[in-house]
């Protein structure tokens, strides 16, 4: 198991322009998913994350996941291959990548950082501040060729897991993620069982469920007679649903 506190978030660093980027960070955890059962009748409420790399709870989350989901991926494996590519990274790079990895038969996980420069209205750091930009690779296999990424080296499993989680998931300054097909999570399918009452405020939300159940104190609705009720009020409710 790879323990969570290896990713390194600068606290200093979000109290920088990182903390007022995007709307749904301001929102994070303060709405959710409204949810009626439709064997039982039961209402939940699911708060639901913003799951931002701009956020700095959903980032370090997101980044100890990947870390664990690196280590668990690569436990038979005493070395790594690793590679930086700085600079600009664009699709036909990714494209490229994928296919050297398919002819190789290896698998990696691939962190792209911000660049120094953005023009696309996020907050700007440079190479004083130490935050990385360019590419990072991790694979299974040697992925270097003609084109980038030209060279990497070997290095151990626990030093490519350091690496990972203190240098290339350095928070903030993560742009994205991604996994090669072998790599990535296989999750279960949604069951189904439940009707989603779409996205609502937190207070508001269980106002509404606690209504319900003041009007049905002994379940004696249906699940599909809570469900409306539920979708009524909600609705009633509209101006207090934020």
């Not at 600009?88 to 398919?102: H, V």
Request: hydrophobic share 40%; aromatic share 12%.
């Amino acid at each position: 198991m790879i323990p969570a506190w290896n990713v390194q978030s600068e606290k200093a660093a979000w109290a920088s322009p990182w903390g007022t980027t995007i709307e749904s960070v301001g929102w994070c955890g303060k709405s959710g998913l409204v949810l009626v059962h439709k064997v039982s009748g039961r209402a939940k409420y699911v708060p639901m994350p913003c799951n931002s790399w701009l956020c700095p709870d959903c980032s370090k989350k997101r980044a100890e996941e990947i870390v664990k989901q690196f280590g668990d991926k690569t436990t038979w494996m005493d070395r790594v291959w690793f590679a930086r590519v700085r600079g600009e990274w664009l699709t036909t790079d990714r494209k490229r990548l994928n296919k050297r990895r398919q002819l190789k038969g290896h698998e990696y996980v691939l962190v792209r950082r911000y660049p120094v420069f953005m023009t696309s209205g996020y907050p700007l750091f440079n190479k004083a501040n130490g935050y990385r930009r360019g590419v990072w690779i991790f694979a299974s296999g040697d992925l270097s060729g003609k084109l980038p990424p030209t060279t990497g080296r070997f290095v151990t499993r626990r030093f490519a897991i350091d690496l990972l989680a203190a240098e290339a998931l350095l928070l903030p300054g993560v742009a994205k993620t991604s996994f090669s097909v072998g790599w990535k999570e296989k999750r279960d399918p949604p069951t189904g069982m439940s009707w989603p009452l779409g996205l609502h405020g937190r207070d508001a939300s269980r106002d509404a469920i606690e209504a319900l159940y003041r009007f049905d104190p002994h379940l004696v609705l249906s699940p599909e007679e809570a469900r409306d009720y539920l979708a009524d009020y909600l609705v009633v409710h509209r101006s207090d649903n934020r």
